[in-house]
């Protein structure tokens, strides 16, 4: 589903926060604390996830790029547990079953020294400043300097897990409809590996001209290298030091695959996974995007045409155009959205059979000039929830080809109504 670009952040921030509270407790009041800790957390990531569904950088997308996704949210970097947010009593664990203790993270077992030494050599000649050298772990970071302006550079060494967004979603190319970018490849090498090479920006969506060019080989037996450089000393730096990042795509293509990297693949950490406890809700199923997808160009109103389309899970969207120019439409279905109806839909319509059903107009938020909004929202007492909204643009970062989105608020609002998406609830 689409989100904005605290997101990331935001999940780092609850994950942390989650796992100093489990490491923390191990009696029976501790599981009780930590059960209302989990559910807290879930229930602050919906409601963030609700204020900002229709509008934001589509998650699936910044997967090609990062590799985050919001479900590895509560299991920090090992892993995914597999969680759903819900009631409270659905995460309780029974008092009668004592839990295993937390289990720690390794420590690293990689010397900075050493991926260091495999960067320096598979770069140009410059000079690097690498303050951690002497330290361990699985990433390396500096500036380099080549005389025509400081960057910064990273590379990191992990294994693959097996979702897609940890592992053949990273060398993806992102969509363009949703992360602007320069250029991207993605190739299946003759070893078997795979590699993507993206020349894009750090903040993609509000045109600063920080640029972030970045390369991520996956190789065969699983391991993931992931190299990135910026025109800029720091990655979040606004002073911008050069005009480009200092290797060009077949160098950065010539690091990630440089041979240095493969005796270190050996000491890499292997992945635990975390054991669900008893009592601890699943995984919910997934939702079918391609259904999702497919139900959606079957409401569009006649006399548009399909230009583009995509998206995944509970999050689908196309480009259409009347003849007119292009006009981005996108929908979210969701579920369990209850205990946010009160905020999302104040002042909404309330039909005679419960549904409540709310129209806004807005502004664009992505930085494309002259670009409006319009959304349809309705939700279901059940708390099944369809957002639908059409754009005057075919991207959001894009100024407006057209004065007013391809579709009406009454259409978009028909859509939201459709008895259609009941399937998904």
Known sequence: MPLNEGHDGFAEELGEALRRTGDGFATEDGRELVAGG????????RRRRAATV?????????????????????????????????????VAAPKETTPPPPTKRPAPTLEVKDLAAVLKANTPAGTWTIPDEDGQGEYVSGVYQDGRGEAAVSVSLSRADETAEGGAGRVECPDETFVPHDGCTSEKLPNGDRLMVLQGYEYPDKRVETKNWRAVLLTRD??????SEYNAPTEKDSAISRPNPPFSPAQLKAL?????????????????????????????????????????????????????????????????DDGKGKSLVQINVQKDMS????????GATKLPDGRMVKVTEQPGEKGGAGVVWWTADMILPSGFRVVVSAFNTGAQ??????????LTTDQLKAIALDDKWLKFS
Request: neutral net charge.
């Open 38 to 45: 989990l559910t807290r957390g879930r229930r602050r990531l």
């Open 397 to 406: 970062h894009q100024d407006a080809t057209r004065a007013k989105p391809a």
């Open 54 to 90: 229709t509008g934001g950088v589509l998650a699936f997308a910044v997967v090609g790029v990062g590799g985050i996704y919001g479900g590895n949210l509560l299991a920090g970097d090992e892993g995914a547990t597999g969680t759903k947010g819900g009631k409270d009593s659905s």
């Open 339 to 346: 205990d946010v109806a009160g905020e999302l839909f104040a």
């Open 256 to 320: 990630v695959t440089a041979e240095g990297w493969r005796p270190l693949f050996k000491q890499l950490i292997v992945p635990q996974k975390k054991p669900v406890l008893p009592g601890m809700d699943t995984a919910p199923p997934e939702v079918d995007g391609e259904a999702v997808r497919a139900t959606l160009r079957s409401l569009l109103p006649k006399g548009l045409t399909v230009t583009s389309q995509g998206g995944e899970g509970e999050f689908a969207y196309v480009v259409v």
């Open 222 to 227: 699983g391991f993931l290298v992931d190299a």
